[in-house]
């Protein structure tokens, strides 16, 4: 069973992947070189002291560095978005939001719309015209209605309403 081989392709892959790491690994110690010196210990104070202003000098170096970048990637990141929904309303497949209700009047919608233009007021019911209602007065005769009553009382009354009807 220890006498399966490997195929030539699985073979071809390890044998890239092993390259591709040591290559890794040697850009890595050569960057290490060029870039961070040999570190030696001082011996007297003053020494010491030099040693520690030239790492802060490097530190605050390197933190403006870092900011800088950052703040690219940042100003980079933004312009991929607003490229990307530039590309999506292009395309124009994209969901409507739902949209709260809001209660407006027409005078405020008017003014959302127009902005400063807007002076006209809708106000709907002081443009409708005016109409005056006629009052009809009724006579009203409390006593007449109870006299009709009486008279049509009994069969008397019935043959007196058929009569009084022509």
């Known amino acids: 069973m220890s006498d399966k081989k490997m195929s030539s392709s699985r073979r071809q892959h390890l044998k890239s992947l092993m390259l591709q790491i040591a290559q890794a690994e040697e850009d890595k110690n050569s960057y290490m ?3 961070v010196p040999s570190f ?3 011996e007297s104070m003053q020494e010491l002291q ?3 202003k030239k790492l802060h000098q490097q ?3 390197v933190d403006e560095q870092r900011y800088d970048t950052q703040s690219k990637v940042a100003k980079s990141d933004k312009e991929i978005e607003d490229l990307q929904i530039k590309v ?3 395309k124009g497949k994209f969901r409507k939001p739902v949209l709260k209700k809001v209660r ?3 005078d405020a919608m008017l003014q959302a719309l127009l902005g400063s233009k807007h002076k006209v007021s809708m106000d709907l019911r002081s443009n409708l015209k005016q109409v005056k209602k006629e009052v009809k007065e009724e006579v009203k005769d409390a006593a007449d209605w109870r006299k009709n009553i ?3 009382a009994g069969m008397d009354g019935r043959k ?3 009569e009084s009807d022509p």
């Open 33 to 35: 070189d060029e870039n």
């Open 40 to 42: 030696s210990v001082p």
């Open 50 to 52: 030099d040693l520690c």
């Open 59 to 61: 530190i605050d170096a």
């Open 88 to 90: 999506q309303d292009l």
């Open 104 to 106: 407006m009047s027409a």
């Open 150 to 152: 009486e008279d049509k």
């Open 160 to 162: 007196k309403m058929f």
